[in-house]
T-cell receptor, first 115, second 112 residues
């Protein structure tokens, strides 16, 4: 099976702009989660989607949003970019549905630089 | 409030020897634990996981041990190989959430 794919891999934006990142999960996986990795804060959970519904949300401001489509592909959007949003954004997919937990498989990430 | 902690930022071992990476957690609601390996500018690669109903899980050279009373887990790599050199993250989650809480990572260097 193909792994998790993310596009674009690299992105440069300026403060105040908005950005949309895309993630295609492993075939058959319906749960998609997003994480932000920065040197200071490490890997932090943004949100998780399952069957087009946001099931869990991390402690990020409302500028960070996401959605999931019927084919399980997901996008995340960051509006009004700030310098501190520069990070590696990671998408992960999982086959678990409800009850218990399951391993999450990560994509290669999108490196966002805000100038 | 860091719920998952990896207190050793780095570890260096000789090729062929055992590598032991440690992780502590504080939230008793966590019931599923995972280890990931990560190279710079890449996504984490899933290595091994363990449910809270077990105390040990093995997969090839990798073994994870869970001590629930101490809220501690460890990853053993035997024998260590130079290709194992990377950053290792432990992560934890509670049932019915797609939310992983990660430790800060331990950089493992395996010397030939």
């Amino acid at each position: 099976k193909a792994g998790v794919t993310q596009t674009p891999r690299y992105l440069i934006k300026t403060r105040g702009q908005q950005v949309t990142l895309s993630c295609s999960p492993i075939s058959g996986h319906r749960s998609v989660s997003w994480y932000q990795q920065t040197p200071g804060q490490g890997l932090q959970f943004l949100f998780e989607y399952f069957s087009e519904t946001q099931r869990n949300k991390g402690n990020f401001p409302g500028r960070f949003s996401g959605r999931q489509f019927s084919n399980s592909r997901s996008e995340m959007n960051v509006s009004t970019l700030e310098l501190g949003d520069s990070a590696l954004y990671l998408c992960a997919s999982s086959s678990w549905t409800s009850g218990g937990s399951g391993a999450q498989y990560f994509g290669p990430g999108t490196r966002l630089l805000v100038l | 409030d860091q719920q998952v902690k990896q207190n050793s930022p780095s570890l260096s071992v000789q090729e062929g020897r055992i590598s032991i990476l440690n992780c502590d957690y504080t939230n008793s609601m966590f019931d599923y634990f995972l280890w990931y390996k990560k190279y710079p500018a890449e996504g984490p690669t899933f290595l091994i996981s363990i449910s809270s109903i077990k105390d040990k899980n093995e997969d090839g050279r990798f073994t994870v041990f869970l001590n629930k009373s101490a809220k501690h887990l460890s990853l053993h790599i035997v024998p260590s190989q130079p290709g194992d050199s990377a950053v290792y993250f432990c992560a934890a989650s509670a049932s019915n959430t797609g939310k992983l809480i990660f430790g800060q990572g331990t950089t493992l260097q395996v010397k030939p």
